[in-house]
């Protein structure tokens, strides 16, 4: 797979101090300015910083499951669900959607997973 615009990831962006960060707060974490903040899309595509793949968890959610940090090409860094296949240090990943908990068929949760970018063969 390539890189895809099934996900959309709003961030923040300080008019004041210049500062951006995933997802959307409404004071700065910066400059705490209240008044200075505004919505801004964030790129969808990044490079895996860290990973962990977590076994334990509370009821309900899939196991196992892998989380870790992405660095966004503006600088942010994004704490998310990844997709495992093909997951190492410094891959290239893309912003789309997976399930991520629910016992039943009837009870899946969607969320924000980076996936790794495939080659084309």
Request: overall charge negative; some cysteine.
């Amino acid at each position: 797979m390539s890189p895809s615009t099934e996900a959309r990831l709003v961030g923040m962006h300080c008019t004041s101090c210049g500062a951006m960060a995933y997802p959307f707060q409404a004071v700065c974490p910066i400059c705490m300015a209240e008044d200075a903040v505004a919505e801004t899309d964030m790129p969808t595509t990044g490079t895996v910083y860290a990973f962990s793949t977590v076994h334990a968890a509370p009821k309900k959610w899939r196991l196992p499951y892998t989380v870790g940090y992405v660095d966004l090409p503006n600088g942010v860094r994004v704490f998310s669900h990844l997709d495992p296949e093909g997951l190492s240090v410094g891959a290239a990943v893309y912003a789309s959607t997976g399930i991520v908990s629910g016992e039943a068929a009837e009870e899946p949760r969607s969320q924000l997973v980076f996936k790794a970018v495939r080659e084309a063969k």
